[in-house]
């Protein structure tokens, strides 16, 4: 029997049509929600993720601004730049796409970050809140992930959920809004490249979400019968086509629903980080 597939664009639609009203309504009083995005990075793939939120922002009236930053320019021209359009009154969100170069701390660019913009979560303060309980945004993927799951009707309350990937841009905040009260209740479990024996946890788990950027990491054998598998990479091939972390066939002979890749996750991500631009305009004008 063929597993349930969960498509992001059904998910998607009607966040994008709440938010291209919010939208309207904040252009008709005068304000025009701005995204700004920085990248520092000249692989297509990075390029491509920009590009994309460009469009899905230019689909509900959002405007943008692309800032672009040599990836071997100094790290300080990067938070410069970050800086630049936290203060620019008019850009009410700031993204910044990851990964960085490895000669660009992650955890300085985050504090270059102006918290009321941080529309993706990086800024301590921000991660810091998401962990208590309150958070100000939650990060695009994070609330992707959890919107899937609550609109196929998979609820993760009671159940064993395994996080394979513990960035701090994905893993680890996803982790913590499964487990909270709000976010899902979940028992949570996190594997990354240390983890000994991985197909000893996932194989126990009722829900499998992968971050780890590694393709085809994860195949059928190491899956429970039944279990749901929410694949959050997209992972390019060098020669050419986009896999997840987890080898699709060989997965879906086994379990009962699985996202696929490309055309899951996704779609979804790129809707919640636009109604989280969104909401920062409207906190910018209500103050």
Known sequence: MSPELLHGEPVATPVLERTRDRVRSLREAGTTPTLGTVLMS??????RFVELKHERCADVGIATRDVRVEPDAPAGRLYREIERLCETPTVD?????????DHVP???????????????????????????????????????????????????????????????????????????????????????SRTAALEAHTSRADVVVTAA?????IDGSMLAPEAVVVDVSANRRPAGGVVGDVDF???????????????????????????????????????
């Open 249 to 287: 066939e060989s997965a879906s002979e086994r379990v009962c629903a699985i996202t696929p890749v490309p055309g899951g996750v996704g779609p979804v991500t790129l809707a919640m980080l636009v109604k989280n631009v969104a909401r920062a305009a409207e906190r910018r004008v209500n103050g």
């Open 93 to 101: 969100a700031v993204f910044v796409q990851v990964p960085l170069p």
């Open 42 to 47: 000249d692989d297509p793939a990075d390029e």
């Open 213 to 217: 950027g590694v393709p085809e990491l």
């Open 106 to 192: 992650l955890a300085a660019t985050r504090r270059r970050l102006d918290p009321a913009a941080d529309v993706d979560c990086l800024h301590p303060t921000n991660l810091g809140r998401l962990v208590a309980g309150e958070p100000r945004f939650l990060p695009a993927t994070t609330a992707a992930v959890c919107r899937l799951l609550s609109a196929y009707e998979f609820s993760v309350a009671g159940a064993d959920v395994v996080v394979v990937g513990r960035s701090g841009v994905i893993g680890r905040p996803l982790a913590n809004r499964l487990l909270d009260r709000s976010g899902g209740n979940a028992t949570v479990t996190v594997c990354h």
